[in-house]
């Protein structure tokens, strides 16, 4: 008998090894999503954690991600911003591009999303690559 690809014997002539075997394929199944979400952890989109507390870490954790990823979008649009108008050779519009995107790295700096060396370097780049503009 094979199972998802690997070969179980079942030992005796009886059916109770089969049944077990069933059983365990059944309990295999994915949960609902809305039944997966109250559970806990994720194990390939099902969540398995079974503690109290794991599971709002889990929960906790998917906020604080989607957070983390929609502050790490804004930078990176307001970086290209820099860099477009650079291309542009607009010093002027530049500058303005280069002050909103220093506020946005700092904030994302200080509310963790990217260390502040990170920020720093970043910045410094943009203002130099700003400042060598005719």
């Known amino acids: 008998m094979t199972v998802s690809g690997l070969s179980v014997s079942v030992v005796g002539s009886s059916n109770q090894g089969k049944e077990k075997l069933q059983n365990h394929q059944l309990r295999r199944v994915p949960l609902k999503p809305d039944k997966a979400r109250k559970e806990g952890a994720t194990y390939g989109g099902v969540i398995v954690a079974n503690i109290k507390s794991a599971k709002k870490r889990v929960l906790v954790t998917r906020t604080k991600t989607a957070r983390n990823k929609a502050i790490r979008s804004g930078v990176k649009t307001e970086i290209k911003k820099v860099y477009a108008a650079i291309e542009s050779g607009d010093k002027s519009a530049a ?8 506020k946005k790295m700092a904030m994302a700096g200080s509310k963790g999303v990217y260390h502040d060396n990170t920020v720093s370097r970043k910045v410094s780049r943009m203002a130099q690559a700003v400042s060598k503009m005719d």
């Open 95 to 102: 500058e303005e591009a280069l002050k909103s995107a220093t």
